[in-house]
């Protein structure tokens, strides 16, 4: 994983070409300069349905500019079937999928496909939407072109992967309109992408129902958040991965009998990469805590969360402590410097290290003293 993973001239280039080749589908020209094809070769076409855009078929265009045989394709938006069989790849219509003719439709009755039953090594069952299925046929091409590195290597692999769960993934099941989860939501989320993109349609009662600058608004923002998240997970994300290996391999370097991880760079992602490593290493035991400094040179220590996408926490502070602060703190757990915990107890801070890892034996203690009374 550690190979090729860092900041490099190749990736920013790659990254404005990728922004100029957004900004090409915007105006309806080519990429730019050197990018042109010869006079004599006929301008590839893109086919997706018109009228109301939705996200997928924004981010499926946008994902197939990226390639290089799509780079200045032309997107032909209409129903008609004349036309769209004239196109080289059609998305989102045409009832039909066919991935050896470039056809990637989901709305027809006999459509089921996940990515893991199109690509059996991956554990995603939600129904593809266009997005998710020009992804699953084409993102580590795309993504080996944009980063420079081996389609079938350790970093393609693995950013394939977070960018299909992070990111395509909640297109697919919006677009398919598959809930997040079982039952009432509590609250209402309205600022996914997938609905900012909804919101760049022409309103109902609008004089103009033209969608075609709406579509150009579109394209530029799913681009342009495909790309920042891109270059998150590559720059930020997947670095993080090798520090927090480490700092598992040395946790008993930390004197919590293995169960508090210390993580001397504060404020990389752990989370993810804890959950991951904890099976991919096969440790014995989870681990419960993680310190950590932050950015004024305090310290943080923080529960490790029961799952990835969940506020739930394995070994909350003490309840006593939470929603108190300072010197009140410092005393009623008697530990000098405690800034706060948390009103959840989810994560609490000390002007120290030691105090941080003082707060970390101490929440240990209790969880076990509760384990010996109630056995």
Avoid at 17 to 33: I, Q
Avoid at 289 to 301: A, H, I, K
Avoid at 312 to 325: A, H, T, Y
């Amino acid at each position: 994983m550690r190979g090729g993973v860092g900041a490099g001239p190749h990736m920013r280039s790659a990254m404005r070409a990728a922004r100029l080749m957004a900004a090409a589908v915007s105006s309806g020209g080519t990429a730019g300069p050197g990018l042109k094809r010869s006079r004599s070769e006929p301008v590839p076409r893109i086919g997706t349905h018109d009228g109301t855009f939705h996200c997928d078929e924004v981010l499926a265009c946008y994902l197939l500019r990226l390639l290089p045989r799509y780079r200045d394709a032309e997107v032909v938006r209409t129903r008609d079937p004349q036309r769209l069989a004239q196109c080289d790849v059609v998305v989102d219509v045409g009832g039909e999928y066919d991935p050896e003719r470039h056809r990637y439709d989901h709305h027809q009755r006999s459509f089921t496909q996940s990515m893991r039953s199109l690509r059996p090594d991956k554990p995603w069952t939600t129904k593809l939407s266009s997005a998710g299925l020009v992804y699953c046929h084409f993102g580590s091409e795309i993504l080996a072109g944009l980063l420079g590195q081996p389609e079938d290597g350790p970093v393609v692999t693995a950013l394939y992967d977070k960018l299909y769960e992070n990111f395509v993934e909640e297109i697919d099941a919006i677009d398919n309109g598959i809930a997040q989860a079982e039952g009432e939501p509590r609250y209402a989320l309205t600022t996914t992408l997938s609905a900012r993109v909804a919101h760049l349609n022409p309103c109902w009662n609008d004089p103009d129902q033209d969608t075609e600058a709406g579509f150009k608004r579109a394209t530029e923002l799913v681009g342009g958040e495909f790309m920042d998240r891109l270059d998150y997970y590559h720059h930020a994300w997947l670095p993080a991965r090798a520090l927090v290996e480490e700092a598992i391999r040395r946790r008993f370097e930390v004197p919590t009998v293995g169960a508090v991880l210390e993580l001397p760079q504060g404020g990389c992602p752990w989370k993810e990469h804890v959950l991951a490593l904890e099976q991919a290493l096969a440790l014995p035991r989870p681990l419960q805590l993680v310190l950590f400094p932050d950015r004024s040179g305090q310290w943080r220590v923080q529960s490790v969360p029961t799952g990835p996408h969940t506020f739930q926490s394995r070994l909350p502070l003490p309840e006593p402590w939470r929603g108190v602060r300072d010197e009140a703190l410092s005393q009623l757990a008697g530990i000098p410097g405690c800034v706060f915990v948390h009103a959840s107890g989810f994560i609490g801070g000390n002007r120290t290290r030691e105090g941080a890892l003082e707060m970390a034996r101490r929440t240990l203690a209790q969880r076990h003293e509760e384990g010996t009374q109630s056995g």
